[in-house]
């Protein structure tokens, strides 16, 4: 197995690592890294527990090998927060009750933000199709989209 | 009464939120210990096979790989088979032959996940084949092969027969109806998939004899015993074994079980003297661990012309997989299923259940309900359609005619429960209401001269939930009472610890409330803390909705014992009669003179500065709660469908859902829950289920083929509330967290008949899927086809 070493920023601070080609991207997080905000929920690509942005866009991090992320810019749920303060997603899935268990949370917030960022003012239809790719077993999904909204309207009051 | 913040009724923010949305939440697969080792396991290729040899050579020379454990490797400890809840066996590691696909047949431990996941694929396993049974009709055939072999003397595949409620009256009542309706109905097969899978850190220290581990589980404390009275003669003794659940993301039923890759994880730990992780994928999550319900019901209704209900009947067969591995209180094999008469008045019932073996994974426990209830409901509110569908009168109306009054409560049920407390009535009115009945009616009778497939389903359910009372409830011979323990710092400020345990339910935010209510103290002030066995009272856990009717009437009970020894300081401090002091929330005062008066923080302060000579300083109080009976939550579902005669495909319109689970400790929390709890009602009926061909080869054993709901298969529910307190809880409370996966699906069901009752339709078994339904249409003529 062939190693390599990789330079991500991760947060904003410039991570290094040597690691085996086949290392995924959400180890290199959870692992190497120890940001175990990121979780994994499934094998198949299918839940979003593990959604991350690379550069700027939402991947699912159990689905990009950490040599794919060398050189590019990573955000997890852990650099959400500046200088202390709450991103209004965050705000919003406290204020808005979009959070049960939590496991699926970091992902979809982070879902939620990229979706933002392309469509700064989402329906709920564009809402619940953006998050869409992100599993919850917990709330019904109500709560979360009002969690969107509430940040959508915040971000652009 | 002065009102203080977070007191019950308040929907205040969770406290729990802070950690989560920074990612900073501490789950079992985030602990990471030094010179920990990873395992992981090899599993079955096929659901009944001879093992002839397992080589383990190739795998202990994959880099990384320090151990592969076989079933010979446990045999040594007698630890190759392990009890289940239900007192049958079930293997951990297999010797002679593996009875499932996905079936745990051996286990390699190393230094990184990837690393075991190499020993895995090099270990090699020589299986022979043997016959498969996954059909349990086909299992209780006389003649067929025995699945059970280990089990000296066993010549069938039957498990248990249970039975309740007066057959000989049921027959006569059946004789004498005016209608019958008889329906088959099968409840799938399907997982609890919460979103983080299963998983164990396992650590032992071989000088102290202490063994840790951090555990996905819903029931600290019994695993706890469990672990000591199965493994005591390995050295493992109670109070060396502490049991830890840190954040879990859910449970809904899923983590109570024991399941093998834990034992093993333990057994490696003690071995090797390394930390060892083992956290299950998806797919071993979705084929392997405990599954739910796989109910095999036939029923049968009774009624007058009038559309008067007079008996029920149900046969069931349940689908047990190789084991019965369910987590049902140990007297009940087939849980709270006798609870089928549901939310009628009626006097004669039926119903039996018989437990077979098959080549599956072993269970079944529950999916987010308590204990068969779910299947119960399935039976009666599809019966109660399909009856009032066959007499002709509207399934609203139906019900209302037959609903236990308000005024016979407490009411004793043909099967033997006594429900607390309902008004079931005013339920469905407010649902009717709320969607709009008569004209949905109307717009119906419209559409279909249109021939357009428009339905509307009811679901009017009672549960059965808090168990319960020790002299029916135990696990394993543990009553199934729970707990709290509640200190009172000098500056007034609260710890709380219980013996239940939060999987996403928000239990640090509502127990405070409690707190809150009962003492007058500000739930920001009240810290909760729950499961680690070291530091929690005992308590059997949070499942079947029991948190609140046990552990939180037991924190209300501390609370209340907590108040009765402030009242004492209160008096000392005021120089006055105990007797004349009174309560308002947070402070007793003398009677008639309201403005002399001692606040909970100043009794609490005195408890340890200047208690009274002759009392015991300090202001603590433990409870544990044994409830006097179950709490009986109920609600009223309606749901509207259209149907696309094009694809085949349900789509949900609308859904109102009124709920009363009697007083609300906190409104948004439970308003939460209800929205989950309908989102998984929805799951089964339109999406899920495990599905096995002949051989036991699974169908649908990943995310990319079982089909968990997204937002946008999910409507957006629409909830109302009835408030019918609970007559002999503390608080008033019922229960809430899963009777909306509990109503649901029949409300789902129902829509889709009443879509094509017109047209012939009797059924069609969930998850009624866009193929069942094309079948269907096509078969009345109805499909658009291109
Ligand atoms: S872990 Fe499920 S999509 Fe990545
Ligand atoms: S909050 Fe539990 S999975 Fe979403």
Redesign the interface.
């Not at chain 2, 802070?18 to 900073?24: E, L, N």
């Not at chain 2, 999987?503 to 928000?506: A, K, S």
């Given at each position: 197995m062939s190693t390599h070493h990789v330079k991500v920023n991760v947060n904003g601070a410039v991570k290094e690592a040597d690691v085996e080609a086949r290392l995924l991207l959400v180890h290199l997080i959870r692992e190497d890294l120890n940001l175990t905000g990121t979780h994994i929920g499934c094998d198949t690509t299918s839940c979003g527990a593990c959604t991350v942005l690379l550069n700027g866009r939402a991947v699912k991090s159990c689905t990009v090998f950490a040599v794919q992320a060398d050189g590019g810019e990573v955000m997890t749920v852990e650099g959400l927060t500046s200088n202390g303060k709450l991103h209004p997603i965050q705000e919003g899935f406290h204020e808005m009750h979009g959070l049960q268990c939590g496991f699926c949370t970091p992902g979809m917030m982070l879902s939620a933000v990229a979706l933002l960022k392309q469509n700064p003012k989402p329906t709920e239809e564009e809402i619940r199709w953006g998050i869409s790719g992100n599993l919850c077993r917990c709330t019904g999904y109500v709560n979360i989209v009002k969690a969107v909204q509430y940040a959508a309207e915040k971000m652009s009051g | 009464m002065p009102e203080v913040h977070g007191q019950m009724g308040h929907s205040i923010?969770?406290v729990?939120?802070?950690?989560?949305?920074?990612?900073?939440?501490n789950?079992v697969?985030?602990i990471?210990l030094p010179g920990m080792l990873y395992l992981d396991i090899v599993r079955s290729p096929y659901a009944h096979a001879k093992i002839k040899a397992i080589h383990t050579e190739k795998a202990m020379k994959v880099p990384g790989v320090a151990a592969v454990i076989t079933g010979e490797t446990l045999k040594a400890y007698n630890l190759h088979w392990m009890p289940t809840l239900m007192s049958d066996t079930q293997m951990v590691l297999p010797v002679e032959k593996v009875m499932y696909q996905m079936q745990e047949v051996a286990a390699v431990v190393a230094t990184s996940?990837?690393a075991a996941a190499d020993g895995v694929a090099a270990v090699e396993v020589d299986y022979e084949p043997l016959p498969v049974i996954v059909d349990p009709r086909k299992a209780l055939e006389p003649g067929a092969q025995v699945l059970r072999t280990d089990k000296e003397g066993k010549k069938d595949n039957h498990i248990f027969h249970w039975e309740a409620g007066d057959k000989a009256a049921t027959e006569k009542a059946f004789k004498e109806a005016d209608t019958v309706v008889k329906q088959d109905l099968y409840m799938p097969r399907i997982v609890?998939?919460?979103?983080?899978?299963c998983g164990i850190v396992a650590k032992f220290d071989a000088v102290e004899g202490q063994l840790t581990v951090w555990m996905t589980t819903q029931a600290p404390h019994a695993i706890r015993t469990v672990v000591a009275l199965v493994a005591g003669h390995v050295g493992l003794s109670e109070e060396k074994i502490r049991v830890i659940s840190p954040?879990?993301?859910?449970g809904?039923g899923g983590k109570v079980p024991v399941y093998p890759g834990y034992v093993i994880a333990i057994a490696a730990a003690v071995v090797t003297g390394a930390p060892i992780k083992w956290v299950e994928?998806?797919?071993e999550n979705i084929q392997a661990d405990s599954f739910a319900r796989d109910y095999h019901m036939t029923c049968e209704m009774a009624a007058k012309k009038d559309g008067k209900i007079t008996g029920l009947r149900i046969k069931t067969i349940a689908d047990h997989g190789y084991a019965d591995a369910a987590c049902n209180p140990s007297k009940f094999p087939a849980g709270l299923f006798s609870v089928a008469t549901g939310a009628y008045d009626y006097d004669a019932a039926f119903v039996e259940v018989d437990g077979a073996y098959t080549n599956k994974p072993p269970g079944g426990i529950a999916y987010r309900c308590s204990f068969r209830v779910t299947e119960a409901v399935h039976a009666i509110e599809r019966m109660a359609d399909n009856t009032a569908h066959e007499l002709g009168m509207d399934p609203a109306e139906f019900r209302m005619k037959n609903f236990i009054k308000p005024e016979q409560f407490p009411y004793k049920s043909p099967t033997g429960w006594e429900y607390d407390s309902g008004n079931y009535g005013v339920a469905l009115q407010k649902a009717m209401d709320m969607i709009g009945y008569a004209a949905l009616r109307k717009e119906q009778a419209e559409k279909r001269k249109r021939g357009e497939l428009m339905g509307i389903g009811i679901s009017s359910f009672t549960e059965i939930v808090g168990a319960g009372p020790s002299k029916h409830f135990d696990i394993l011979g543990l009553k199934m009472f729970d707990s709290a323990e509640i200190r009172i710092h000098p500056t007034g400020k609260v710890l709380v610890r219980i013996g239940v345990q939060s999987?996403?339910?928000?239990h640090e935010t509502t127990f405070a409330q409690i707190v809150a209510e009962e003492l007058g103290i500000p739930a920001e002030h009240v810290k909760v803390e729950h499961g680690d066995t070291d530091t929690a009272p005992y308590g059997l856990g949070t499942y079947a909705s029991r948190s609140t009717p046990t552990a939180g009437a037991a924190t209300a009970m501390a609370s209340r014992k907590i108040r009765d020894k402030a009242r004492k300081l209160a008096a000392h401090l005021l120089e006055a009669n105990e007797d004349d002091l009174e309560w308002e929330r947070g402070r007793f005062f003398v009677k008639g003179s309201p403005d002399k008066g001692k606040t909970i923080q100043e009794c609490a302060f005195a408890a340890y500065t200047n208690h009274p000579q002759g009392m015991e300083a300090g202001l603590e109080a433990v409870s544990y709660y044994d409830p006097p009976n179950m709490t009986f939550p109920f609600g009223s579902y309606i749901c509207v469908v259209d149907i696309d005669r094009g694809t085949g495909e349900v789509k949900v319109r609308r859904f109102v859902a009124v709920d009363d689970c009697g007083n609300r400790i906190n409104p948004?929390?439970v308003?939460?829950?209800?929205?989950?709890?309908?989102?998984?009602g929805l799951a089964p009926a339109l999406f899920e289920e495990l599905t096995y061909d002949e051989n036991g080869n699974i169908f649908g054993g990943?995310?990319?083929d079982y089909l968990?709901p997204?937002?946008?298969e999910?409507p957006?529910?629409e909830t109302g509330e009835t408030v019918t307190p609970s007559p002999h809880h503390p608080l008033g409370a019922k229960g809430v967290g899963e009777s909306a996966t509990v109503g649901a699906p029949p409300a789902i069901a129902n829509a889709v008949i009443d879509a094509l009752w017109h047209l012939g339709v009797r059924n069609i078994d969930i998850p009624i899927t866009p193929a069942k339904v094309w079948t269907v249409l096509k078969e009345k003529g109805m499909a658009l086809e291109e």
């Open positions: - | 923010k969770r729990e939120d802070a950690r989560f949305i920074r990612g900073r939440g789950y697969d985030d990471k996940r990837y609890v998939a919460s979103i983080e899978t954040d879990i993301g859910g809904f994928d998806r797919s999987q996403g339910q928000g948004m929390i308003e939460g829950q209800i929205h989950g709890g309908l989102t998984m990943t995310f990319m968990l997204t937002a946008v999910t957006n529910w």
